[in-house]
């Protein structure tokens, strides 16, 4: 497992969003655009990784207890999302990479897939 403020240093990632608690472990990542995909797949304390900046991804990662989310290629989210993301305790983060590097570079640091 790998410390969510190691990765966000490794991953050079963008803080839209601070972690409440950036020491908390994570092990897993999942990638994907759908939420509906990310409510049956994703669980606790997991990275999530999409193109979607939208306010309702805060609202999947604070039902699904993630640790953060990565907003991919050059994304931003809109105010009223970072407000909510911090409202919720929900870390967002951005990065220049595209879903597959930025997947890779988690892998790399020891995350895997879950389930």
Same mark, same amino acid.
């Given at each position: 497992m790998t410390k969510l403020n190691e990765i966000i240093s490794k991953c050079s990632l963008e803080i839209f969003s601070p972690p409440?608690?950036?020491?908390?472990?994570?092990?897993?990542?999942? #990638?994907?655009?759908?939420?509906?995909? *990310?409510? +049956?797949?994703?669980?606790?304390?997991? !990275?999530?990784?999409?193109?979607? #900046?939208?306010?309702?991804?805060?609202? *999947?990662? +604070?039902?699904?207890?993630?640790?953060? !989310?990565?907003?991919?290629?050059?994304?931003?989210?809109?105010?009223?999302t970072i407000e909510t993301a911090k409202t919720k305790g929900i870390c967002l983060l951005g990065t220049v990479l595209s879903a597959f590097d930025i997947s890779g570079r988690l892998y790399a640091a020891g995350l895997r897939g879950g389930k």
């Amino acid at each position: 497992m790998t410390k969510l403020n190691e990765i966000i240093s490794k991953c050079s990632l963008e803080i839209f969003s601070p972690p409440i608690n950036g020491d908390v472990e994570v092990e897993h990542g999942y #990638t994907s655009d759908m939420l509906s995909d *990310v409510i +049956a797949n994703a669980g606790k304390n997991y !990275i999530w990784i999409t193109m979607q #900046t939208h306010v309702n991804t805060v609202a *999947v990662a +604070a039902l699904k207890d993630i640790a953060a !989310i990565i907003l991919v290629n050059y994304h931003k989210p809109s105010t009223d999302t970072i407000e909510t993301a911090k409202t919720k305790g929900i870390c967002l983060l951005g990065t220049v990479l595209s879903a597959f590097d930025i997947s890779g570079r988690l892998y790399a640091a020891g995350l895997r897939g879950g389930k």
